[in-house]
């Protein structure tokens, strides 16, 4: 059975989100790192992962080129860093939850919002052309 994109896509976030909250976590509560700065680190460590799983599995988009596609991540990712450590320092800052806390909300609504629509139509978008036709 053949996963929709979308379930493929939505179980390589998850894990990729798993990578960024334990680098979040180990930043802030073993290395003592600033919450926004720790936040940054770990979209980062996230967004590797993400688009190595993306590429491979969740769009099998392979057939484009590597370097291309990574240049279209780049932007999408700027934006979704900044989306991610703005939104948590919004919820710690704010509304007084503890920056692991706030990464849960935060990471759903970047993902749907933005990470997705980006990657689906930006960056993997030969994969997508050649399904719709």
């Keep these: 059975m053949r996963l929709p994109s979308f379930t493929r896509s939505v179980f390589a976030s998850i894990f990729s989100t798993a990578v ?43 057939e484009g080129h590597l370097g291309w596609q990574f240049a279209r991540v780049l932007p999408v990712q700027a934006g979704s860093t900044t989306l991610q450590t703005l939104g948590v320092w919004v919820f710690v800052r704010f509304v007084g939850l503890r920056p692991e806390v706030a990464k849960i909300p935060v990471s759903v609504l970047v993902y749907l919002i933005w990470n997705y629509p980006m990657n689906r139509f930006w960056v993997f978008r030969t994969k997508v052309a050649a399904e719709l036709h």
């Design 20 to 62: 960024d909250f334990a680098t979040l976590a180990g930043l802030v509560e073993l290395a003592q790192v600033d919450y926004k700065l720790a936040t940054f680190i770990g979209t980062i460590a996230g967004f590797l992962t993400n688009f190595t799983i993306n590429r491979y599995w969740a769009f099998s988009a392979t």
